[in-house]
C-alpha cells in the first residue's frame, strides 16, 4: 500500500469533488476509505496497492476528467 | 479533443463573447441578420461543448452537476431555435466558472502564501566537510545544515555554531526577530534576517512544527460541519429534483422555454460554495494572525461560547515563576539551603528550578531514596538526614508541626499571591519560600475584551493555593476562581459547567490540562507550537500569545456570521428566481443565469472580507 497525494489545479465547483471521487473509486487497487477529495485546498490523498495500479494511471484519470495534475507525492 | 476543448475553455469564453458580440451588432446597428443568426449558433455550439463534456464526465460517475442541468437547457433553447439565449447563457455560465476561479482563489490565498512559505531546498554538510545545496528531501535528521542570512531555516533543530536574528513570525505570528545562538532551538520556515547559523537537524520534513501546521490548516478548511455536510447531501438530491421539476414542466405545459428556464434557474451554485468559502477566509485570516482553528465545526462551536476556564501557570501567567521571599526556622541557614537546593535539583518541577536558581548552591550533597509525592512534593535522604520539600499537605503527611510563627508566615505568604514551598529535616520545619509567577503583560485587557464580546463567565482553576488563585482572580476581573485543583478536578468542574448548559472553552498549556483541552466543547492551547497540545485541541494560540484570543473569538464569530449571510444570500436567489419565473414577465434563461452568476460571486466576495478581519477595539 502506498499512500499518494496529488495536488491539482484550483477546483472550482463542489461537484468536481464527485466526479473525481467517482472515477477514481472505479480504479482497481484503491482504497475507497482512504480517497479524500478536498475542495479549498484542491488536492486527492489516497492509499493505492501499488502491485495493481501505477501513479500514473490515478493522474492519468484526473487529467482526462479535465483537471491539470500539478504535484504528485508518493510514500 | 475533449482535453483540447477543456484545455482552452478560457479561449473559448473569449471567442464566443466576440461572436455574441458581433451578433448584436449586425443585428442591431445593421439589420443584417444572417450575420446575427449564424454568429450566436458558432457561439452556442462552441460555448456548450466544455460544459457538455464536463456534464458527460459527471453523469458516469452517477453525478447529475450543474453542468448537466445547463448543457440540457442549453440544446432546448437550441432546438427551439433561441440562439440568442443559448449564446448567452453558455458564455455567462463560462465567464461565470472564470471569475469564480479567480476569486476563490484570493480567498484560498492566505493559506497558500503559508504553504508556499515551505522550504524547498538546504544547504548541508557533505561528507568532505563542504556545503552543497540540496533538495529538502534528502535531508535527514542529524544532518548539519548551513543557513545564510535571508534563507529559510530548513528544518527544526539546534544551533551548533553562529549567531544571528531569526524571523518566527511564520510560526508564531510574531513579528520581532528572535535572536539565536548556539544552543538555541530553530524552527522550519522561519527566516534568517542576520548572521549565519550552523544547525543540526532534529525533525525535517512533515514533522516540522512549521510542517504540521501547515497539514493541520490544510485540513482544517476541508473539514466539513454539519451544516455543510447536510448542504452536501441536500445538492445531491436537489439538482436531480430540478431536472424532474423541469421535466415535469415541460409535460405539463409543453413549454420548453419555461422548462428549461426552470433548470438555469434552479442551479444551486451559491449554496454548494457559500460556506466553504466563508470557512476557508476564516481559518486563513487566522493562520495569519496566529490562530489555528481547525475546521467549520470549531468555527462555529467557538463562536457561541459563554463560559471559559483558564489555567492559570503558562495561560494567564508567564510560566516562570521566581521566588519571591524566603523564611528560615533553624540556626544553621547554609545547611539547610544545601538540603534544599540539593533536593530541588532532582526535580524539573517550575518551583523547584525557581528555588535552585534562587538559592544559586554549588556545594550539593548527594541525593538518596528519593519519592515523588503527587500533587505533594519530595521526600528523600540527604546527608542521613530525611527531608520533605513541598505543599503544605506533604508537610501533614510527615507530621510535621507548624509553629505559631510558622502559620502566620503562611497566612502571609499566601495572602500576597505566593505559592508555598516548605521544607522540613527530620519532621522539623526549617525553611519556608513564597515563590510567584509573574502575568502575562495585558491579559487584563484582553480578558475585558471577551467579556465585551459575550463570553459571560471567566473562570480561573488552578492547582495553586487558593490564596494565589483569589489575587488573580481580583487583580484580572475573573467572576470565578478556585485553587487547589488536580487536572481531575478541573475534568469534573467542566463537566458541571456542561451537564448546565454552559458552552465551555478550555484555555491551557496542554500538557496537564489534556484531559480538559478535551472534554470542552473547544480546547484551546497555548502552544509554544511544539507540543501534543497541537493536535488535540481545536484551537492554538501560536506562541503562547494570549492577545490572541479575542481576535480567534472575535474571528470566529465573523466567520460564523459570514455562513450565515452566504446561505441566505443563495436560498434567497433561488426562491426569487423561481418565484419571477412563474409569476412575472421579464424573467428568462439569460437573466437567471445572470443571476444566478453574480450570486456566486457576490457570497464569495462577501466570503473575502473574513480575509481583512480585525477585531474592532
Known sequence: ?75 | MQRFILKNKRKITLVSAVLIIAAFTSHYAFHFEPVAKWALLIASIIGVAPIAIQAFQALRVKVVSIDVLVTIAVIGAFIIGNYEESAIVTFLFLFGDYLEQRTLNKTRSAIRELTEMAPESALKQMEDGSFEEVDIDEVGIGDILRVLTGAKVPVDGVVLFGEGHVNEASITGEPLPAGKTVGSQVFAGTILDNGTLHIEAQRVGEDTTFGRIIELVEEAQDKKSEAERFIDRFSKWYTPAVLVLGFVVWLITRNIELAITILVLGCPGALVIGVPVSNVAGIGNGARHGVLLKGSEVIHDFSRVDTMIFDKTGTLTQGAPKVAAVKLYTEDTSKTRSYLASVESQSDHPLARAIVEHLNETALYPVDQTDVVKGGGIVAMVDGKRVAVGNAALMNQEGVHLSEEAQKDIEQFEKEGNSLVLTSVDGQLQALVGIRDQLRPKVREDLAKLKKMGVKNLVLLSGDNQGTVDLVAKELGLTQAHGNMLPEDKAAFLMDLQSKGYIVAFVGDGVNDSPSLALAQIGIAMGSGTDVAIETSDVVLMNSDFSRLPHALGLTKATARNMKQNIVIAIGVVLVLLFSVFFSTWMNMSIGMLVHEGSILVVILNGMRLLRYKPNM
Open chain 1, 1 to 75: 500500500m502506498k499512500k499518494a497525494t496529488l495536488q491539482l489545479e484550483t477546483l472550482t465547483c463542489p461537484s468536481c469533488l464527485a466526479k473525481i471521487e467517482g472515477a477514481l473509486k472505479g480504479l482497481d487497487g484503491i482504497d475507497k476509505d482512504t480517497l479524500n477529495v478536498s475542495f479549498n485546498s484542491s488536492k486527492v490523498k489516497v492509499d493505492f496497492d501499488d502491485s495493481k495500479l501505477a501513479i500514473e494511471d490515478i493522474q492519468q484519470k484526473i487529467s482526462k476528467l479535465g483537471y491539470e495534475v500539478k504535484k504528485t507525492t508518493v510514500k
